[in-house]
Antibody, heavy 120, light 106 residues
Framework: QVQLVESGGGVVQPGGSLRLACAAS????????IQWFRQAPGKGPEWVAV????????YYPDSVKGRFTMSRDNSKNTLYLQMDSLRAEDTAVYYC?????????????WGQGTLVTVSS | EIVMTQSPATLSVSPGERATLSCRAS??????LAWYQQKPGRAPRLLIY???IRATGIPARFSGSGSGTEFTLTISSLQSEDFAVYYC????????FGQGTKLEIK
C-alpha cells in the first residue's frame, strides 16, 4: 500500500537549518509528483515546495523562497526539504503528500508529519 | 493568490443529522476543488476532488457540489467518526486551503 514517511523534524534555533526527508513506497515514485506542505497549530495546510517528477522544475511560495530547497532521489524513493535561515514562523508540522493525478493537484496520500519547532 | 473562505468556523450537529459546510473562492476555480477531513494529530484525509467526486473508500454519505466560487460539502447522516475539522483546497492556481470548519457534536 502507499506509504509516505517523513523524518528529520526537531527543535532548531532561529537562523538554523534542518533537512527533512520523505520516504515513499507502494507506488511508482519516479513518475509521481509529491510535494511539501506545513500546518501551523489551528491553521489550514500551506504548500511550501513542489517539484516535477523528473526534478527539473521546482516552485516555492514567497514565504520560503530562497530559504527552502526541495530535492528528490528517485533511486531511493525519497524526497528532501532543506530548510535554511529558519524563522519562528516556520514552526509547524511538515507533511509530504502525493498528488492524486498528474494534472490535478489534489492529494490522495499524506505522510504522518514531522514537527519543526524554531525557538531559542 | 486565491483565498478560500470556509463557513461556519464551527458547526454543532447531532449524530444522525445532516451537516452542510460551505467554501467560497475569491475568484472562479471551475471544479478544481478538494475537501479533506482532519482529526487531531492526524494528516488530512482526501474526501472529495473535482468538487463532487468521492475519493476511493469514502462513504456515500459524503457528497460535494458547486463550481466557480461556491462549494458545499454535505454529510447526510453524521456518524461519530465524522466529527473532525474539514478543509477545502483549490488547485486552479497553485494550492490554497481554507481555514477549516470544525464539526462538533451537539
Amino acid at each position: 500500500q502507499v506509504q509516505l514517511v517523513e523524518s528529520g523534524g526537531g527543535v532548531v534555533q532561529p537562523g538554523g537549518s534542518l533537512r527533512l526527508a520523505c520516504a515513499a513506497s507502494g507506488f511508482t515514485f519516479s513518475t509521481s509528483v509529491i510535494q511539501w506542505f506545513r500546518q501551523a497549530p489551528g491553521k489550514g495546510p500551506e504548500w511550501v515546495a513542489v517539484m516535477s517528477d523528473d526534478g527539473n522544475n521546482k516552485y516555492y511560495p514567497d514565504s520560503v523562497k530562497g530559504r527552502f530547497t526541495m530535492s528528490r532521489d528517485n533511486s531511493k524513493n525519497t524526497l528532501y526539504l532543506q530548510m535554511d535561515s529558519l524563522r519562528a514562523e516556520d514552526t509547524a508540522v511538515y507533511y509530504c503528500a502525493k498528488r492524486g493525478h498528474a494534472a490535478m493537484a489534489y492529494f490522495d496520500y499524506w505522510g504522518q508529519g514531522t514537527l519543526v519547532t524554531v525557538s531559542s | 493568490e486565491i483565498v478560500m473562505t470556509q463557513s461556519p468556523a464551527t458547526l454543532s450537529v447531532s449524530p444522525g443529522e445532516r451537516a452542510t459546510l460551505s467554501c467560497r473562492a475569491s475568484q472562479g476555480i471551475s471544479s478544481n476543488l478538494a475537501w479533506y477531513q482532519q482529526k487531531p494529530g492526524r494528516a488530512p484525509r482526501l474526501l472529495i476532488y473535482g468538487a463532487s467526486i468521492r475519493a476511493t473508500g469514502i462513504p456515500a454519505r459524503f457528497s460535494g457540489s458547486g463550481s466557480g466560487t461556491e462549494f458545499t460539502l454535505t454529510i447526510s447522516s453524521l456518524q461519530s467518526e465524522d466529527f473532525a475539522v474539514y478543509y477545502c483546497q483549490q488547485y486552479k492556481n497553485w494550492y490554497t486551503f481554507g481555514q477549516g470548519t470544525k464539526l462538533e457534536i451537539k
